[in-house]
C-alpha cells in the first residue's frame, strides 16, 4: 500500500512538473545529434529527486549525507537543462557531492589512497556515463529498473547492505517515469536532472556494497552501459573528436538512428542483456572467481560492441556505392 500512495504521490508531481515545464518552455529541441525528431518536455527526470525527497523525510537522522549529494548534483544538473553550463562547474559539484557520499560509507577509512583515487574516477565516469547513454525513449529507466532490481535482489537474498525501502523508492520513481517516457512519442526526457541523480543513487548503492562484501563483483550491475561508453570515448578519441559534445557513435544510436530499429526496442534489448548478466553474476557469486566472472561478463559484451564497426562500415559502402 505505501508504494501505491508513493506512485500516487509522485504520479502527480509529475503532471505538476509538466505544467512548470510547459509554462517556462524547458523543451528539448533536436538537432542533427539527437536521436528523436520533435520537440518534448525536458527534465522529467526530476521524479528522481523527489523520490529521494520524499524518503529522505521519512529517514532524516541516517540519509543526509546522500541527499545533500543528491540535491547538489540535481540541482546543477537542472541549471545545465535549462542553460548550459561548462565543464568544470559540473565536475566539480559531482566531485563535492560524490566527497559527501564516501564521507558516509567511511571509504576513506577503509580503502587506501589509490583506492580512493579509482573510486572518483570510477563514480564521476559512471555520472557521465549514465548521462551519454540518455539518449533514446525509455533505456534510462528500464536499465535503471534492471540495475535496481538486481540491487534489491542481493539485499534482500544474498547480503544486507542497505534498507530496502531505499532501493524500491528508487524503483517506484523509475516506474512512474516510464509512464511518460516509455512511448513512441514520449511525454518527456529524463535530462541532466534525471540522468545524473539516478546515476548518484546507484553509485551509493553499489559502492555500499563493494566495500560490505569486499568484491568489486556488483561493478558488473553496470556492464552493458560500462562497456557501451567507455569503448565509445576510446572510439571518438581514436578519430580525435571531443569526447564532450554531442554525437551519434553509441551502439544504440547506431541501432536506432542509421539502422531505424524502433527506440523502444532498443532500450529493452539493452536492458534484458543486463538482466542476463546480472543473473550470471548472481549465481556464480562465490561459486566462481571473480576475475572469472568478470571476463565471461566483458569478452562477449565487448564483441557484441564490435558489432558497431561492422554496421558502420556497412552503411559507409552502401552510401559509396549510393553515390
Request: with cysteine; glycine share 6%.
Amino acid at each position: 500500500m505505501e508504494y501505491i500512495i508513493l506512485g500516487v504521490v509522485l504520479l502527480i508531481i509529475m503532471l505538476l512538473y509538466f505544467k512548470v515545464a510547459d509554462h517556462f518552455n524547458i523543451i528539448d529541441k533536436p538537432n542533427q545529434r539527437s536521436s528523436h525528431t520533435e520537440i518534448t518536455l525536458r527534465g522529467g527526470g526530476i521524479i528522481f529527486w523527489f523520490s529521494a525527497l520524499l524518503y529522505f523525510a521519512q529517514h532524516i537522522q541516517t540519509n543526509y549525507f546522500f541527499f545533500t549529494g543528491i540535491t547538489l548534483v540535481s540541482l546543477i544538473s537542472f541549471w545545465d537543462d535549462i542553460q548550459n553550463l561548462s565543464n568544470k562547474i559540473r565536475i566539480s559539484i559531482h566531485f563535492l557531492a560524490i566527497t559527501l557520499i564516501f564521507f558516509d560509507l567511511e571509504l576513506f577509512t577503509l580503502i587506501p589512497i589509490w583506492g580512493v583515487i579509482i573510486s572518483y574516477v570510477f563514480a564521476i565516469g559512471l555520472i557521465n556515463a549514465y548521462n551519454f547513454m540518455d539518449g533514446i525513449n525509455g533505456i534510462t529507466g528500464l536499465y535503471t529498473l534492471v540495475v535496481m532490481g538486481a540491487l534489491l535482489y542481493v539485499n534482500t537474498k544474498i547480503q544486507l547492505f542497505t534498507d530496502g525501502m531505499f532501493i524500491k523508492y528508487a524503483m517506484v520513481a523509475s516506474l512512474i517515469f516510464l509512464f511518460f517516457n516509455y512511448r513512441k512519442k514520449a511525454k518527456c526526457f529524463a535530462g541532466d536532472v534525471g540522468s545524473i541523480a539516478i546515476a548518484f543513487w546507484i553509485i551509493y548503492l553499489v559502492v555500499k556494497l563493494i566495500l560490505i562484501t569486499e568484491s568489486l563483483i556488483w561493478l558488473l550491475f553496470l556492464a552493458v552501459y560500462g562497456v557501451d561508453a567507455v569503448c565509445t570515448i576510446l572510439h571518438r578519441l581514436y578519430l580525435k573528436q571531443n569526447i564532450f559534445e554531442a554525437h551519434r557513435l553509441h551502439l544504440y544510436q547506431v541501432l536506432s538512428n542509421e539502422y531505424k530499429i524502433q527506440h523502444r526496442l532498443v532500450s529493452l534489448l539493452y536492458a534484458l542483456t543486463q538482466t542476463g548478466i546480472s543473473l550470471i553474476v548472481i549465481l556464480f557469486y562465490q561459486k566462481v572467481q571473480d576475475s572469472l566472472i568478470f571476463l565471461i561478463v566483458i569478452l562477449p559484451l565487448l564483441l557484441l560492441y564490435s558489432s558497431k564497426f561492422y554496421l558502420l562500415n556497412k552503411i559507409n559502402l552502401r552510401l559509396n556505392h549510393g553515390a
